[in-house]
Structure formats: C-alpha cells, structure tokens
C-alpha cells in the first residue's frame, strides 16, 4: 500500500533507504528524545523489521519521499503497539524525519494521510501516539492532526527508572467515522 499527499509519497522501504535512515538516526537533534542515537547496526536492524512488517501487513511505517527532491526524509506511518506497553493491545502512529526537512509540515501532512487510512481502509477504533514529556514538536504533530491528549502519562518500560526521558505522554484519537451516532 502507498500513499500520495499533496507533496509526499509515503511508500515501502528500499535497499537504498538503510544509509539515509542510518545518517537520520545517528543524528543527535533527531535523536534528542531517545535515550541514544543509533549505531549502523542498530538502525539496519530497525529498517529491516520496519520493512518485514510493512511486508506482512501492507502498511507500517511507511518510507517518506518528496518525488522529485528528496528520495527518503524518513518514516511515518502507523505501528502495532509493543506489548510491554500499559495500553497495550493498540496501533500507535509515529514519525521520524531528518533534520533538514524539519519546520516544512511534512510530518503533519504524512501522519494525517496515514491517520486516515488507518481509519478509513484499516477501520481500527482508535489510534494512539506517544512520546516523552519534553518532545514538544512531536507533541504539536499530535495536536495538529486531532489526536488528542488528557492528561496521560506513563513510564516506558524500555527506558530506565530514573531516565529522564522515561515519563511520557499518551495521545488518543477514536475513529471518526466508527464512532457511535447520537439517537
Ligand atoms: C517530530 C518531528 C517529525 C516534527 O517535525 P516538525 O517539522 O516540527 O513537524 P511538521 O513537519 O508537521 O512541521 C510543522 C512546522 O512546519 C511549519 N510549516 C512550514 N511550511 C508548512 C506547510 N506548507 N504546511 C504546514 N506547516 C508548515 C509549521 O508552521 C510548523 O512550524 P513550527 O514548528 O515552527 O510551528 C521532528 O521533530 C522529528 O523527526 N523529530 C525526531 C524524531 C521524533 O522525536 N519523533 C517522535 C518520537 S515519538
């Protein structure tokens, strides 16, 4: 499956996106809100699975291209929730992109298309989305596509007691187009 917005595709990964992806994430501006950047290994590791899921299930987290500019600004896309989260079973939507392609809306525009097929062709009752405390322009994507936050915190059971960036929020947004109609 693959998706056109406005300015975007938002497609299956390639052998050529595993060196962009690895630059993106040994970055440490990108990487700020994890607890390390990543080192090759790692990242092709991640890239792998990202792509052995999207091959499993059609959508994933999608490989993020401007055609005719840039081939790969990083991923967005929707994920199933790892099951050592608090409110686990869920889908969670998620994003990356490389510093340079920053400050432009193109995460906005990618997560609200994938927003929406999660919805529309995958039909889940809701999605989720999830960050640290401090990750304020990952918390503002939240905001500007309708997800919502109440208030949700939770400690992440992948980052260690104590870590700073343990602490997060939890962002929620029900399908739209499921939810029950007032009589
Ligand atoms: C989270 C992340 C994707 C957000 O990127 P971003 O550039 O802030 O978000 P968007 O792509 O939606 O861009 C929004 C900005 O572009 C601006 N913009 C410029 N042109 C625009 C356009 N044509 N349409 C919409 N917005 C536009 C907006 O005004 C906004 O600017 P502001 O941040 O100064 O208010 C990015 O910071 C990132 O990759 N971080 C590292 C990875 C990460 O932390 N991921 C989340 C972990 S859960």
Redesign the pocket.
């Known amino acids: 499956m693959e998706i056109r917005t406005r300015?975007l595709l938002l497609r299956p990964w390639r052998d050529e996106d595993f060196h962009p992806f690895a630059v993106?994430n040994a970055d440490s501006?990108?990487?700020?809100?994890?607890p390390t950047v990543l080192e090759r290994e790692q990242s092709d590791a991640l890239a792998a699975e990202i792509r052995r899921r999207m091959d499993d299930q059609g959508w994933g987290f999608w490989a993020v291209e401007i055609p005719g500019e840039a081939r790969f600004v990083?991923f967005?896309g929707l994920n199933k929730l790892s099951k050592d989260l608090p409110f686990a079973p869920g889908i969670e939507i998620?994003?990356?992109?490389?510093?340079r392609?920053?400050?432009?809306?193109?995460?906005?525009?990618?997560?609200q298309a994938a927003l929406e097929l999660g919805f529309l062709q995958l039909h889940l009752p809701e999605i989720v989305?999830?960050?640290?405390i401090q990750?304020l322009?990952?918390r503002?994507?939240m905001s500007?596509i309708g997800i919502v936050f109440e208030g949700e915190h939770f400690e992440h059971p992948g980052i260690a007691p104590g870590h700073p960036l343990r602490k997060h929020v939890l962002y929620r947004i029900k399908n739209p187009f499921t939810a029950s109609q007032p009589r």
């Open positions: 300015r993106m501006q990108v990487m700020k809100f994890f990083g967005t998620g994003w990356r992109l490389a510093h392609f920053w400050g432009k809306g193109y995460a906005s525009e990618a997560a989305a999830f960050t640290a990750n322009r990952s503002a994507v500007r």
